[in-house]
């Protein structure tokens, strides 16, 4: 029943994210043009230097507009579906509360990642051309010099490394979108526990959670990064060393992140199990 969920999650916020990201492809294409041309002194129209300044300015604002949409529904389909009217529906059909809530969770953690990735790589190219970097030549430069630094990569023995500092952010910058999301559904299912006032609870609620777990990941932040001398930090003798020592802080911010992910969704479920008033 859980894959029925996420395809109608899947089909309801793909309406909205995919002419959003669309969107925001089509003003990245065009900023990349209007930049090439405002650096190479294509035109001296004063109207058309207006206009390409323009597509500057709406691309920011497409990169900007695209992140707060994607949390925005994010917010808002967990609220209209489970904490309003649609939520009598939601609470009859024979699924858990824990497919309901890992529906929108799934769903909302896809669309992070992929308004990351589009937004990283729509950057990344304006950025090349605005740069005046040709990409082949970029990528032919790099794949020339590969075999020398995939060498010293080995004789120095970073490779283990790189992939313990890269696994751990990946971990924890997943899990930390995870956090995100289970922190505004855990303050969201708080404040409709009671009869009024739910809108302003649930802000309440979400500004409690937020200092409530501030100072636990603080204190275990400090717990795990008073094991890491300041000298072992600040002068590493390698570059393995250095890897090393950052992935083990980035697995403290992770157990951190872990905690709360388990507090929060705990929180959320048994809100909407036992306390939930939709009235």
Request: glycine letters at 8%; aromatic letters at 12%.
């Amino acid at each position: 029943m859980l894959g029925k969920l996420l395809k109608q999650e899947f089909r309801a916020t793909g309406r909205i994210m995919l002419p959003v990201l669309g969107a925001l492809i089509v003003l990245a294409f065009l900023a990349s043009l209007s930049g090439s041309g405002l650096i190479n002194g294509v035109t001296d129209v004063p109207v058309l230097r207006f206009l390409m300044g323009m597509i500057e300015f709406l691309f920011g604002i497409g990169v900007v507009a695209a992140g707060v949409v994607t949390v925005v529904i994010m917010i808002s389909r967990f609220y209209r579906n489970l904490l309003q009217d649609e939520g009598y529906l939601m609470f009859t059909l024979p699924v858990s509360v824990h497919e309901l809530v890992w529906s929108k969770l799934i769903v909302a953690l896809v669309w992070f990642l992929v308004t990351g990735i589009v937004i990283f790589l729509v950057m990344g190219l304006l950025g090349l051309v605005l740069s005046r970097t040709n990409l082949v030549d970029l990528m032919a430069e790099f794949s020339s010099d590969w075999e020398e630094i995939w060498s010293q990569i080995v004789s120095e023995g970073l490779l283990a490394s790189f992939r313990k500092f890269f696994l751990a952010g990946a971990v924890c910058t997943l899990l930390g979108t995870v956090c995100t999301c289970l922190h505004f559904y855990a303050a969201m299912a708080m404040g409709h526990m009671f009869n009024k006032h739910k809108i302003l609870l649930s802000i309440v609620f979400f500004v409690l959670i937020s200092i409530a777990f501030s100072l636990m990941t603080t204190s275990l932040n400090m717990a795990g990064f008073s094991q890491i001398s300041e000298n072992e930090f600040l002068y590493a003798e390698s570059m393995a060393l250095l890897f090393n020592t950052l992935s083990r802080m980035l697995w403290w911010l992770t157990l951190s992140e872990l905690v709360q992910a388990a507090v929060l969704y705990l929180a959320t479920v048994l809100c909407l199990k036992r306390g939930l008033n939709l009235a």
